[in-house]
């Protein structure tokens, strides 16, 4: 196994990532909460598209982006489902900062340094 494989595998492991994984499945299999999400998605993919890159912060988010938001937080099983993503792709975003870093070593592509 190299080191990305090990890596997807060590963050499939993870508990953050298994946590999630759990709530995926719980709030998938109630059709309720798939209609809410959808209306939700729906209005952020018209508010990204209007507003590119505005969703940096919930500051950014139009008032009725921000209520639809809110109203989905008021369930506890969804809050915990999108704390647990911001939770990864907090995680995700770091380890991609260090793996970049590390790689930013010089690389030479001339041709008396091949072979």
Avoid: W
Avoid at 28 to 52: A, C, D, G, I, M
């Amino acid at each position: 196994m190299d080191r990305i494989d090990a890596f997807f595998d060590a963050l499939t492991k993870h508990p953050t990532y298994v946590r999630l994984q759990q709530l995926k499945i719980a709030i998938l299999s109630r059709p309720q909460y798939q209609e809410r999400f959808t209306k939700y998605l729906n209005k952020q993919k018209k508010h990204v598209q209007e507003f590119p890159y505005s969703l940096k912060s919930l500051d950014s988010l139009t008032p009725d982006l921000h209520e639809e938001l809110s109203g989905l937080c008021q369930d506890s099983l969804i809050n915990e489902y999108l704390d647990l993503v911001r939770d990864l792709n907090d995680l995700i975003q770091n380890i991609q900062k260090m793996m970049n870093m590390s790689l930013e070593l010089p690389i030479d592509l001339t041709d008396e340094n091949q072979g």
